[in-house]
């Protein structure tokens, strides 16, 4: 089945950007997605990428993928300090085809003013 | 996109009684899921919400402990059974859009005392 591994925590300044790194098991993972969780918040989905894809960009979103590495980064550009939040990376399911996705263990990013 | 209501938001329960969350969203969407996110950790998958038929349960969790049903496309509940602190956790609902992006409802927040 599907493995995520994240890093646990970033620390940034305000301005600079983040680069918040994932790497996946699955290689049939169709679709790959970035969340957002705030302290006592759900999830907000931010965006998400189709396998065929190398790079999506929203805003102040990168999204890249490296299908040979498994490896799926999301930077940040100008990053302020209401990004403060825990940002996870998931992976549909391959495997079953389902819709379920499997999730990394999330990592902190702490933006210094 | 979808938005997803889900009640209650929290609550404080005592050990051996039950709680049921219900999770209504807006828009016909192609699946519904159930997660659950212990105290500092990540989300792991519950079931997959099947409409008009039992729920298909992950590996570890099973229907007596967490009955769910789906009556239509647009509405879930959850229920926690014969609940222990072990219980305590943040329970989420999720969906699937037919453009296969996967929204999180705002989780709720439940303490079994």
């Known amino acids: 089945g599907e493995d995520v591994e994240q890093s646990l925590f970033l620390s940034v300044r305000e301005g600079d950007s983040s680069v918040i790194n994932c790497t996946y098991t699955?290689?049939?993972?169709?679709?790959l997605y970035w969340y957002k969780q705030e302290p006592g918040a759900g999830l907000q989905l931010l965006t998400y990428?189709?396998?065929?894809?190398d790079m999506k960009q929203d805003q102040r979103l990168t999204v890249l993928l490296n299908k040979k590495d498994k490896h799926l980064s999301l930077r940040i550009a100008d990053t302020q300090t209401g990004d403060s939040a825990i940002y996870f990376c998931?992976?549909?399911?391959?495997?079953?085809?389902?819709?379920?996705?499997?999730f990394g263990q999330g990592t902190t990013l702490q933006v210094k003013p | 996109s979808a938005v997803i209501s889900q009640k209650p938001s929290r609550d404080i329960c005592q050990r051996g009684t039950s709680l049921t969350i219900q999770c209504q969203v807006d828009?016909?969407?192609?699946?519904m899921f159930w997660y659950r996110q212990q105290p500092g950790q990540s989300l792991t998958l519950i079931a997959t919400?099947?409409?008009?038929?039992?729920?298909?349960?992950e590996s570890g969790f099973v229907i007596d402990k967490f009955p769910i049903s789906r009556p239509n496309l647009t509405f879930s509940t959850l229920t926690v059974s014969n609940m222990s602190p072990e219980d305590s956790s943040i329970y989420l609902c999720?969906?699937?859009?037919?453009?296969?992006?996967?929204?999180f409802g705002q989780g709720t927040r439940l303490t079994v005392v």
């Open positions: 999720s969906v699937l859009t037919v453009n296969t992006e996967a929204f």
């Open positions: 699955d290689s049939s993972s169709t679709y």
């Open positions: 990428i189709f396998s065929n894809m």
């Open positions: 998931a992976g549909a399911d391959g495997s079953s085809n389902t819709g379920k996705l499997i």
């Open positions: 828009s016909q969407v192609t699946m």
């Open positions: 919400a099947n409409q008009g038929s039992e729920a298909t349960y």
